[in-house]
């Protein structure tokens, strides 16, 4: 399990309530270690900026006693700055292996807390991101799956480069709480005539990929959009959690052409764990 999780807050209702309720959940099955972190944004207090650190480092302070008496070992800290860029550094000192960010509504663009996007916090970070898909319900939030079973039934999406490396190492972090996960390929590409010999490569490649984890997973090669394959997969199996890699592109090309990883991002119902493949 990641046993030092990195979790950013900005005080949002959904911040506070995915900390009160999932991260301890994580705890629960596994977790050691919780570093609170929140970032003034230097862009938009500038001068104040400042001055606020004192006032947001006792609101912070009062949730990691919050935490501890309730047996986390819990650390806080506040910092100044651009926020994807002071969360990356901070995931970097602290030695974290997770970073914890909720999302509400299905914008993730607009909606990401900290003034920041899972896309930008990924491009920065070397850390995988645990981006959990809230709804809202009346005054409440809702996640698609109880956080205490969210490693349970993973989908794990690989393209055989060598960023589903990096995927099948941050998969087995957590492969003693996997009770069946699903891995999946989606074939996008090459010609009509190439398609069942690429089909059946792909087979042999999960094939490998699956003795390589110590928990069972059972093998889908779809055919089509990649998004498309591993949404619809994540929802006719009942995926509990999306694993997927980003790879670094620039944010213009990620806006003007979209990505796998922001497609799955943005219409998954299901938390997605990204990890970081530059």
């Not at 919780?34 to 001055?51: C, K, N, Q, R, S």
């Not at 799956?145 to 999406?157: G, W």
């Not at 069946?180 to 059946?200: A, F, Q, R, W």
């Not at 059972?218 to 949404?231: C, D, F, M, P």
Request: aromatic letters at 6%; charged letters at 30%; a negative charge.
């Amino acid at each position: 399990m990641f046993e030092r999780i990195l979790y950013p807050t900005d005080f949002s209702d959904v911040s506070l309530h995915a900390l009160r309720t999932c991260i301890p959940k994580l705890f629960e099955i596994g977790a050691k270690e919780l570093y609170l972190l929140h970032v003034i944004d230097l862009t938009v207090a500038e001068l104040e900026a400042f001055e606020l650190e004192e006032i947001y480092r006792e609101k912070l302070e009062e949730l990691a006693k919050e935490l501890r008496e309730k047996g986390i070992n819990a650390k806080a800290e506040v910092r100044v700055g651009i926020p994807s860029l002071e969360i990356a550094e901070a995931s970097e000192e602290a030695g974290v292996d997770l970073v914890v960010t909720p999302s509400v509504g299905e914008n993730v663009w607009r909606q990401m807390f900290l003034g920041s996007t899972a896309s930008n916090l990924t491009r920065a970070t070397k850390k995988p991101v645990l981006l959990l898909k809230y709804v809202k319900k009346d005054d409440s939030y809702e996640l698609a799956v109880d956080c205490s079973e969210i490693f349970r039934r993973p989908l794990v999406a690989l393209d055989f480069s060598k960023c589903s490396i990096k995927i099948v190492k941050t998969v087995r972090k957590f492969e003693e709480l996997i009770e069946k996960g699903i891995l999946l390929h989606s074939v996008d590409y090459g010609k009509i005539e190439e398609l069942e010999h690429n089909i059946e490569i792909a087979k042999e490649n999960l094939e490998k990929t699956a003795k390589g984890v110590k928990a069972e997973f059972e093998r889908e090669v779809l055919v089509g959009a990649a998004s498309q394959a591993i949404i619809g997969t994540s929802l006719a199996k009942r995926a509990t959690l999306i694993v997927i890699g980003k790879k670094g592109r620039s944010v213009l090309k990620d806006l003007i052409l979209g990505s796998t990883a922001e497609r799955v991002m943005r219409d998954s119902k299901a938390p997605v764990l990204l990890v970081p493949c530059e």
